[in-house]
């Protein structure tokens, strides 16, 4: 596709549910970014693919929140034992190369909402 | 501590105004500097960044930006705000020229018409 696409775009969820939230980047692009946007703040890192390995995951909060990018292309970010502090906004991003400086595309992100 | 300062939460200017983002950082070197808007519903969208050279960086949709050394700041500026200029801005660094990017919260932009 044109751009970069994320599902779905709106998730609702219980307390204690497992969720996974879908990214598709740029063609062609072999580095994809998580981010998450809480309410009223800036996105904030949480991993970083080039190719189908995890280049950086120092982002990440804790071991309930996982990524995987197997074939290269599209990455799910999976929560497991979802509470209500993950609510958020979660964005992705893919940039070409994955070298410091390039421009990255987001996403139009998926707000999770965990009641 | 590292960090990016937007100290502006909200900024309301009237149509045909001009404009001034601030945007601060707190870093030992020069780092790579960003600029992105955010209209809801969509993604985030690069207005221009700064790497070296020129300290003037003009980007999309007639802004500008000024990287100030001495002042470890980076505003963005326009000389006359439109209605669909209204949204989201946030300013970003990459410390150490690296891919992971370090926003700051955010400047909503409300024009008056």
């Known amino acids: 596709g044109a751009g970069v696409s994320q599902t779905p775009s709106n998730k609702v969820t219980e307390k204690g549910k497992y969720v996974e939230l879908r990214c598709d980047p740029i063609?062609?692009?072999?580095?994809l970014y998580w981010y998450r946007q809480s309410l009223g703040q800036g996105p904030e890192f949480l991993i970083y693919?080039?190719?189908?390995?995890?280049?950086?995951d120092s982002g990440l909060p804790n071991d309930r929140f996982f990524a995987v990018r197997p074939e290269g292309s599209v990455s799910t970010l999976k929560i497991q034992r979802t509470e209500r502090g993950d609510s958020a906004v979660y964005l992705c991003?893919?940039?070409?190369?994955?070298?410091?400086?390039?421009?990255?595309?987001f996403g139009p992100g998926t707000r999770l909402l965990v009641l | 501590a590292q960090s990016v300062t937007q100290p502006d939460i909200h900024i309301t200017v009237s149509e045909g105004a001009s404009l001034e983002l601030r945007c601060n950082y707190s870093?030992?070197?020069?780092?790579?500097l960003f600029w992105y808007v955010q209209s809801p519903g969509q993604g985030l969208q690069l207005l221009l960044k700064?790497?070296?050279?020129?300290?003037l960086v003009q980007g999309i949709k007639g802004f500008e930006a000024e990287f100030k050394r001495s002042q470890s700041s980076f505003n963005l500026r326009k000389p006359s705000v439109h209605w669909s200029d209204a949204a989201e801005y946030f300013c970003?660094?990459?410390?150490?020229?690296?891919?992971?990017?370090?926003f700051g919260s955010g400047t909503r932009l409300l024009v008056r018409p």
């Open positions: 970003a660094v990459a410390p150490d020229s690296s891919y992971k990017l370090i």
């Open positions: 870093y030992g070197a020069t780092p790579y």
């Open positions: 700064y790497f070296s050279g020129d300290t």
């Open positions: 063609s062609g692009h072999t580095a």
């Open positions: 693919f080039q190719g189908t390995g995890a280049a950086d």
């Open positions: 991003a893919s940039t070409r190369e994955g070298a410091g400086g390039e421009t990255q595309y």
